[in-house]
């Protein structure tokens, strides 16, 4: 089976995650955060802050599907007829327009969009509502301000509660579960493409909901690759095996890198591992509600440029997770953005010599009142397998 071809959130029908209409606690959140944007309405296609306040999974298919909040706190709905059955599935209090393809979705823009918006706040998600469903929107709002209030609708999933954190230690759990499995056949001479084979094997039989994102398994030089796809690279002795990897559960994403060694490993490979071993801890000890985003990666990426390999750095310390794989907080110089309990992100620093050798130790934190916790318990310490 293919990497997308167990890949989470590719479900063909909708789905419910045990609750119905809009979650009262989070429609709370999105009010908040539309009042706080002088927003008079938010326009969601189907994804992540949709499947957040309702609970439920739709596919985001060529025809136009929007769910509509208003500053009031109503909500209306766009929806192919042909979905209507799935549609039903979720139990979302919403009146619907339904349109067929022999009318097209334009009457179905109208009808809900009907009335005087002028001077109206119309936020939507600008990452991923498309051109044509923006162009079809802006032609029934004229007078309106449609803009893109994409960070400020995703501030309503910052803070995790404890359903979200439950969902997120199980993905965790499965991914550490095939991946322990998986790295007890790596041997000399297999292929990057063998192991990874194995990995979804490893990974089908979790039970999870599917893959977080398409894994990467890099052997040897194309460890110094920050986004290798598995190949057929034979590892031979000494060389770094890097799995970037994670599973799913209710729509949640683990996010773990660990980089071994094979049959043998060379003392500066060691030190280099051993740099971003202690670049890892240093991330993993100072998170802390109250410290700003940015601070915490030039603490982390401040003390790999203090190393002897200062020039092998690449990328930022880490990024959000939980309904989606990247998302707010980002951990990189110049958020200002103050951490708060609920927030999980990775902490992933790396070291890469092109051509030759990638290391990378990446955790999920979890900030709780105190200080940080890290979701994972996979060793961190240097193994060689095989």
Known sequence: MSATGIEAGRDDTAQTAGASVLKHDRRKKLLAAMAASELDAVVLV?????????????????RPTLLVVTADGDAFAIVPGLEEPSWQKLSIEADVALWTDAEGYGPAFRRMFAGDWSGRRVGVEGQLMRAFEL??????????????????????????????????RRAIALTEAALAETIRHVRVDMSEREIQTRLLMESMATGSEGLAFPPTVAGGPNSAMSHAKAGDYRLQRGAVLLFDFGLAWEGY?????????????????????????????????SARPGLAA??????VTGFLKGSAYADQVRHRTGHGLGLEIHEDPYIQRGVARALQAGNVFTIEPGLYMPHRIGIRIEDDMLVTESGAESLPSFPRDPVVLG
């Open 46 to 62: 189907p994804g992540a802050n949709f499947r957040f306040l309702t609970g439920g999974v739709f596919p985001l298919r060529e």
């Open 135 to 168: 162009m079809a929107l802006e032609a029934c709002v004229p007078g309106a301000a449609v803009i893109d209030a994409h960070e400020e609708i995703s501030t309503i999933r910052l803070a995790k509660d404890p359903d979200e954190i439950a969902a997120l």
């Open 253 to 285: 994403r683990a996010d773990i890198t660990r980089t071994f060694f094979v049959g043998d490993a060379a003392a500066a490979d060691l030190d280099l591992y051993r740099v971003v071993q202690e670049a890892n801890e240093l991330g993993r000890r």
């Open 294 to 299: 940015g601070t915490l990666d030039e603490i």
